[in-house]
Nanobody, 125 residues
Framework: QVQLVESGGGLVQPGGSLRLSCAVS????????IGWFRQVPGAEREGVSC????????IYVDSVKGRFTIATDNAKNTVYLQMNSLRPEDTAVYYC??????????????????WGQGTQVTVSS
């Protein structure tokens, strides 16, 4: 059974940092990709970043380039999203998602078969 469990969300002031974690289980070892998406009420879910198997490739949406970093800890089967210089417009529910039997990631929503429950990130003073 595939499980993706996010953690690390919370309330932070503008300019602050948070690190989101996505603990992965049940996927073929070394043969899946992870993406981070976010959604605000009334809007479509937006791709934020993704990482391929063994870090084969990474993608960032333009609005987070230079501020967010995605990384994998293979020993812990965990993918992190380090978010720095946070802005109020980063406020959303953040989801990690996965698809397997591929090594390169894409930020295309429909490609992802497995989803976590989401974690709230609120950037406000």
């Amino acid at each position: 059974q595939v499980q993706l469990v996010e953690s690390g969300g919370g309330l932070v002031q503008p300019g602050g940092s948070l690190r989101l974690s996505c603990a992965v289980s049940g996927l073929p070892k070394d043969y899946y990709v992870i993406g981070w998406f976010r959604q605000v009420p009334g809007a479509e879910r937006e791709g934020v970043s993704c990482i391929g198997a063994h870090g084969e490739n990474t993608i960032y949406v333009d609005s987070v380039k230079g501020r967010f970093t995605i990384a994998t800890d293979n020993a812990k089967n965990t993918v992190y999203l380090q978010m720095n210089s946070l802005r109020p417009e980063d406020t959303a529910v953040y989801y990690c998602a996965a698809f397997d039997f591929q090594t390169r990631c894409v930020l295309t929503l429909r490609e992802y078969d497995y989803w976590g429950q989401g974690t709230q990130v609120t950037v406000s003073s």
